[in-house]
Every structure is written in C-alpha cells, then in structure tokens.
C-alpha cells in the first residue's frame, strides 16, 4: 500500500535520481563483496566494506557537489565516492595494489579514499584526525573570503560551499571531534558533519562508546548547530534530512550534523568475525533492514522500475564491478625503487642554492636579539605573501580588536609575535583554543587548500595532544597520496631548558622525536642572524617544517646581529663552522653551541684546538660537513640536549662511528643530558643538563686517547 508520506517523499525526486541512487548503492556492495572474494582468494591483502552504510551515503552524493564542496570521507564511503565519481575501476586498483591506483599510488590501504580533482581528501586510517582538518578546510573558504590582498581568492572558495566529514559512531569518542564541533561552532563554519551510527566500533556497542547511547543527544547544545537524526537505512529519510543539513550550511547558518542509524550486517573488516560477539538474532534483525533491498523494494512498489529493470541494473553493475576487477587484476604493483619518491617536495628543495643568500647579506642597523629577528621575518613574510596567516595561543596581539587602541598587546608568552595582529588584522593572526590538535589539524586542512599557516605551539612540553596531527597526518600527506595532495606549513615551538625554574614542564628537549619522523624538515638556530634566515626559508619551503626556537636564546646578547635584509635566507642541511680547529671536531646545536665555544676558548689555552660545527639544521643534517670536519680532525665530539640514551646525538655519533672509521683515532663520544626529567632546583638542573665544564671534560678525554 503506498502512504501519503511515500507519495509526498516521491515527488521530491524524479525517477532519474531514484534509479541512479539505487544503481550506486547496488554496485557499492557488489564492489565489497568482490574484494571480501579477492581477499579470500589471497588477490588482495586487506578489505574493509561499508555494507549497510550505502542508502545515507547515496543521499549524500546526490546532494552534495563534486570539484566544488569538499570531502573528508571515512573508509566505510565507498557509496559516497561512487556517487562523486571515483569508479569501481579506481577502487579495485587500490584493493590489488597496482601502480595505477589513483588513490595513493598504492601507498595505502584500499578504501582510503583521495582525488584532488573531486576535492576528496586523502583519508589515513587514524580515527578521528579528520575533524580537525575538514574545520581547517572549512576554515580556508572563510580566511580566503576576508583576505582581500590575495588576488585570486575568488577562485579558492565559493561562497556557499559545503566541507563534509564523516565519521562512525565510535570515532566520536575522539577528542578531536569536540575540538572541531567547538571551532566549527564559534566560527559558524559550513561543516556538514554525518556521523554513520551502525552501533559498534569493532565489538564495541554504542552505550559502551557513548554515554546515554546517542551522540546527536550529547551534541544538542551546541550553539548554531543544527543536528538531526535519521534512519540511514531509508534512502528517502536520508535525503529529506540532508536536505535540511546541506541548505543550512550552504545558507552559512553554521554547522550541522547528521546522526544516521545504519546497519553493519558484515564484520568490521575481514580481520574480524562479528560471530563471536554478535547474537545470530540481532544479525537477523539488522538484515531486514538492509538499505539496497529497501530501496530496490521501493522502487518497484512505487512504479519506477519493473522486476525485469531493476534486475537489468543489478546486471549492468555485476558486470562493470566483474570487468573492472579483471583489469585491475593485470596492473603491476609499484616498482620497489619508487619507495621514497614524494617523502618531500619533488618541486621546492630548501638544500638547493636557491635558498642560499647567506654570503650575499648586506647587515645593517642595530642588532636585534633572536626574537627581534624572528618577528621581523614574520612581519616581512606576511607583507610579501597574503596567504600566510598566524594562529596558536596567545599568538595575536588582543582577541578583542577594540582595546588595541588602549593597551600594549601580548603578541605571544615570549612576544615572538608582537604587533602582527594591528599590521595584518585578526584574519590573520588570532588566537585558537587552548588545543594543540586544533591548531595543528586547523592548519593542516587551511595549508590543503593553500593558505601558508604558521601555527605556534607555546611550548614544546606540550606539544604531545597534536601528536597524532604531527605524526600521522601533515608529514605523511604528499607520501600517502603520491603527491596528490600537500600541507606546506610552519609550526614554531619554543623549546629546551636552561631557565632556572622551568622544571619538568618547561624544559623538554625531544627534538629526536620529530627528526625521526620522514616527511618533517626540523630546525633549530643558535643565533638571531640563523633565526631570521631559516625561518624564511622555512616560510617560502614547500614542505611542513618545525622550527625549534630555543627559550634560552631568545634574548641573549651573544647571539645578537644587524639585519640581514629581506630575501637572506639559509638553506636546510647547511651547517656553519663556528670555530676552526684541528685536534677535534665538536657537533652541536641550540643552546649548546655556545657553552660549547667556551669549552673551546678553555681547551685552547691547554693548545687543544678545537672546531665547532652548528648543525642549524636537523633534519635535514649536513653531513658532508660532518665528514669533512672528521677527517680534518680525526677527533668526534657530539654535543647535544637530548638524553644521552636514544637522544639527537646519538644517530650522528652512529653514522660517524659506521661511515668513517677509518677516519678516526679516538672512539666517538657524546655529552647530553642524564636520561631523566629536568628539576625545578637549579643546582639539580645544571646537573642534569650538559654544562661547559661537561663539554670540557669530554675534550680532554678525547685529546688524550
């Protein structure tokens, strides 16, 4: 019998729509079912499906535009991605890992959906990373709309674009979806989040994951949120609700989600068997509701298709999924030397010449200490390139505009940032939550579409709740996607010990922590000349880029220096020789280089002559200076502020140690801090960090070998 309700929803949507949703929906399943048989037959080597998922996200599709809103869609879309125009084809040479895969180049597990023509972004497998991104996405439309010094800024946004983001129930457990509902909502951001509730992540069930069961209830007081739940199994429910969302967001009332009952009628992934956890009765009950049955059901019922057509568009699928898995199955995997293309830039190299106007600066007016330096490369870049913007706590110089005319400003905790916010304006240097993962997800989604953020996170203590932004996502970006997609962006962190009271949580080091990680160039100067030239490179670098600023630095006297001019630049990888000698070879950076001279300036007087070597630049590390400096001296020194044990210093020692043996006539040694935290007490500090006396003692040790 055919409802008012039914007649209402058919006339919303001609049959075109209806056979093409269903056709859509058809072919997602077929594609799971004919990876979950490759898998079975070893032909593939992973597989996870969205069954059950298909109905809502064929709605999405049919709502939402391709190459004009944006997508950062979770691996159970696949129905999405169809419907945008990623083909089975394409999906299938993902799944066998060919070299064709358009997707990553199979650099990634099949599912992880990525066209950068289609505005799809490069999804990895962490859950939760997305949020931050589509808000960072999100927010790029909205910096581009009010920066009006960026000349083609019209065609980087439209006005009434939608970001989606997608989720299941249980990635709503991650903190940084209520970092992003808090930034989407205080900024009014056309966010169109749909959260595909099937009721477990992995084995566990909702009430588990969520308190009260029901994400769209926890969320209801969000200002300028609109939330909506639906039955994600029901096409038409879905549409109608989409409907809803998608005009409120295009309409820029702010963001919306949408809470979508689904049905998860296969195991998570072929890793998993739901048998052991899932009664038969319950899976019996999800399979009545199956959204591809519904709808084809519909269909018919209503006079749209025949028996006889319906089953003509399920044999057309069958046998585009049928062709498009046999050709995939002909692809070759990568060649193996492809591994390391597109760790970083193939374009911009901030090691070539280019970068390097060292020699060539002309230095004048009074000196200026590191963060004179740093904050006039800041003021000088963002004059040069209206695409920069600033964020991170405290950065700007007063969140409320209208007191700058009476107050002083902060301009940042060390005032690195002074001044930025009355030059440029609050679009473009502004405060953030006290978030981590907010400013860094944010800048990686506004560096996609390309904004040049410079995010600065307070100190390097607290670095760690962005880690997974840090780690997994803007370093691996141009990797994982095969250079389809990058994140050029700078993060400035103050860094180090040496203060007097800074205790554990103002001391840390950890810079090995970052080095190690392929895909970040990291930086750290000794002086305000070093600052102002590697920042700028660092600025006009097409890679994500850690600039390490040390607190001690900031404004010693030593390490003053003139200006250098406008385009002085050094190149990473580039290390500076800050003392000649002859008997050994010091390596070091940061705040150690100076303690290191004067363990030098002493060490001469007892006619030990010593060279000093500022890295500068850490990752990339110059070791062609390195080499040369030892077989000068044929003595080994590594300095650094690392624990001793697993620190910075200990990868060069090795690779001295392993490469030039030969070369050497006493054993390598290194001299860092104790492999423990740094005390609050200053006698119990200096003990713990490596002191001039400590750099003496090594140079003795080494000479007399």
Request: aromatic share 10%; glycine share 6%; charged share 25%.
């Amino acid at each position: 019998m055919v409802t008012d309700l039914m007649v209402e929803r058919r006339l919303a949507l001609a049959p075109a729509p209806l056979i093409s949703a269903y056709r859509t929906m058809y072919t997602s399943r077929r594609l799971d079912d004919k990876e979950l048989l490759l898998k079975r037959q070893n032909r593939i080597f992973f597989q996870i499906n969205g069954v059950g998922h298909e109905a809502v996200l064929a709605a999405a599709g049919l709502l939402l535009r391709p190459a004009y809103d944006w997508f950062f869609a979770y691996y159970r879309d696949r129905a999405l991605v169809l419907s945008l125009g990623i083909t089975p084809y394409d999906q299938l040479l993902a799944a066998v890992a060919a070299k064709d895969d358009p997707n990553s180049g199979a650099r990634q597990m099949p599912s992880h959906w990525s066209n950068p023509d289609l505005h799809i972004f490069s999804r990895s497998s962490a859950t939760g990373t997305q949020f931050l991104q589509a808000v960072g996405a999100a927010e790029a439309g909205y910096r581009y709309s009010m920066i009006k010094e960026i000349e083609d800024r019209a065609a980087h946004f439209k006005k009434d674009e939608v970001v989606y983001v997608s989720a299941g129930d249980g990635t709503t457990s991650e903190g940084e979806f209520w970092e992003s509902l808090n930034t989407s909502c205080n900024l009014k951001l056309p966010v169109l989040y749909l959260i595909e509730d099937n009721g477990y992540a992995i084995s566990v069930p909702v009430e588990v994951q969520t308190a009260g069961g029901s994400i769209s209830r926890l969320v209801s007081s969000f200002p300028s949120l609109y939330v909506e739940e639906c039955d994600g199994t029901d096409f038409l429910a879905s549409y109608e609700t989409l409907s809803r969302a998608v005009e409120y967001v295009r309409e820029r009332r702010g963001p919306a989600l949408v809470h979508a009952h689904v049905i998860r009628p296969y195991s998570h992934s072929q890793s998993d068997d739901e048998t052991l956890y899932r009664p038969e009765e319950e899976r019996v009950m999800e399979a009545a509701r199956d959204p591809i049955k519904r709808l084809g059901d519909l269909l018919v019922r209503e006079g749209v298709l025949t028996d006889e057509e319906l089953q003509k568009v399920k044999n057309e699928a069958d046998a585009e999924v049928n062709e498009a898995a046999e050709r995939a199955m002909g692809k070759p995997q990568p060649p193996k030397e492809s591994a390391t293309l597109y760790v970083y830039s193939p374009d911009v190299d901030p090691t070539s010449p280019e970068f390097d106007t060292e020699d060539q600066a002309s230095l004048n007016g009074r000196e200026g200490t590191m963060v004179d330096l740093i904050n006039r490369c800041l003021h000088e870049e963002m004059e040069r390139n209206p695409r920069i913007v600033v964020l991170g706590e405290d950065v700007a110089d007063a969140s409320r505009a209208e007191y700058l005319n009476r107050l002083k400003g902060k301009g940042g905790v060390f005032k690195v940032t002074a001044n930025l916010q009355r030059r440029f304006g609050g679009d473009r240097v502004y405060n953030t939550p006290l978030a981590e993962a907010n400013v860094i997800g944010r800048s990686l989604g506004m560096a996609a579409r390309g904004l040049k953020p410079i995010a600065e996170i307070q100190f390097f203590d607290y670095i760690w709740p962005a880690f997974m932004q840090l780690r997994d996502e803007a370093p691996l970006l141009r990797w994982r996607s095969n250079n389809s997609w990058k994140c050029p962006m700078v993060v400035r962190v103050p860094v180090g010990g040496y203060l007097k009271g800074g205790a554990i949580y103002h001391s840390q080091s950890g810079v090995s922590t970052f080095t190690s990680i392929p895909g970040w160039r990291v930086v750290m100067p000794s002086t305000a000349l070093d600052a102002n030239g590697l920042l700028r490179t660092a600025i006009r670098c097409d890679d994500p880029v850690l600039f390490l600023e040390h607190k001690h630095l900031y404004r010693q006297t030593y390490n003053k220096s003139p200006y250098p001019g406008p385009d002085f630049m050094i190149p990473f990888g580039k290390a500076k020789v800050v003392r000649e000698g002859t008997d050994l070879t010091i390596f070091t950076y940061g705040a150690l280089v100076q303690r290191s001279l004067i363990a030098a300036k002493h060490a001469a007087n007892e006619e030990i002559s010593v060279e000093v070597i500022d890295l500068r630049s850490l990752n990339p590390y110059d070791w062609g200076a390195i080499e040369r400096s030892v077989r000068k001296t044929n003595r080994a020194l590594v300095v650094y502020e690392d624990c001793v044990s697993w620190g910075y210093g200990a990868e060069i020692a090795a690779r001295i140690a392993d490469e030039l043996f030969d070369q050497l006539d006493a054993p390598v040694k290194r001299v860092a801090a104790l492999d423990c935290f740094v005390a609050y007490a200053p006698d119990v500090e200096d003990a713990i960090l490596p002191q001039t006396d400590d750099v003496l003692e090594a140079i003795h040790h080494i000479a007399a070998y």
